[in-house]
Nanobody
Framework: QVQLVESGGGLVQAGGSLRLSCVASGTIFKLNAMGWYRQAPGKQREFVASISSGGTTNYADSVKGRVTISRDNAKNTVYLQINSLKPEDTAVYYC???????????????WGQGTQVTISS
């Protein structure tokens, strides 16, 4: 079982920056892809960014150029740096990881509880 704890959310003025962190703990064998999703009020959860175990990154078009995802494999942590924040970035941000419990085991998806990001105009 893997537990995910996000941090770094808060209330920020438009134009500011935030760095979100997500730490994975528990019985960890291998963390494959790690990523971030967000859900704004009244909207469906949407993909923000992901990073593979090898460091390949993917970004949603809506955040490309403003967001950087990174990971520290030694710390089982994934980060999301968001710059030039806009009011439309207001959402609950969720961490997502694909965990492999053994060498040939299929990956299992885990979600964090989410961290609130609110951008004031």
């Amino acid at each position: 079982q893997v537990q995910l704890v996000e941090s770094g959310g808060g209330l920020v003025q438009a134009g500011g920056s935030l760095r979100l962190s997500c730490v994975a703990s528990g019985t960890i064998f291998k963390l494959n892809a790690m990523g971030w999703y967000r859900q704004a009020p009244g909207k469906q959860r949407e993909f923000v960014a992901s990073i593979s175990s090898g460091g390949t990154t993917n970004y949603a078009d809506s955040v490309k150029g403003r967001v950087t995802i990174s990971r520290d494999n030694a710390k089982n942590t994934v980060y999301l740096q968001i710059n030039s924040l806009k009011p439309e970035d207001t959402a609950v941000y969720y961490c997502n990881v694909q965990h492999q419990s053994a060498r040939f085991a299929p990956p299992v998806e885990y979600w964090g509880q989410g961290t609130q990001v609110t951008i004031s105009s």
